[in-house]
């Protein structure tokens, strides 16, 4: 069964940086998509960065130049580096992995990130 662990949520004050893991167990890492979604509350989800089975990554425009997403198919984690937060950066990210043949979804259960003086 294919889980995955979000970690390295918190508060963090404007400006500020967090890195955020996600741990996949149960599955052939190397075979999934990776990508990061968050949620504020009263909005949709959103996508916030994903990188491909071949390491190639797309970002949403808010988070560009800011957010860095990156995987480790050794430790079978990916990882978003945020810096340069900001308070409407303030959500629930979640981690979602895509199995690259099956196209089936895996989710995380979220990790809370608060941007706040």
């Known amino acids: 069964q294919v889980q995955l662990v979000e970690s390295g949520g918190g508060l963090v004050q404007p400006g500020g940086s967090l890195r955020l893991s996600c741990a996949a167990s149960?599955?052939?890492?190397?075979?999934?998509?990776m990508a990061w979604y968050r949620q504020a509350p009263g909005k949709q989800r959103e996508l916030v960065a994903r990188i491909t089975t071949s390491d190639s990554t797309n970002y949403a425009d808010i988070v560009k130049g800011r957010f860095t997403i990156s995987r480790d198919n050794a430790k079978n984690t990916v990882y978003l580096q945020m810096d340069s937060l900001k308070p409407e950066d303030t959500a629930v990210y979640s981690c979602?992995?895509?199995?690259?043949?099956?196209?089936?979804?895996?989710w995380g259960q979220g990790t809370q990130v608060t941007v706040s003086s």
């Open positions: 149960g599955t052939i890492f190397s075979a999934y998509a």
């Open positions: 979602n992995g895509r199995n690259a043949y099956t196209k089936r979804d895996y």
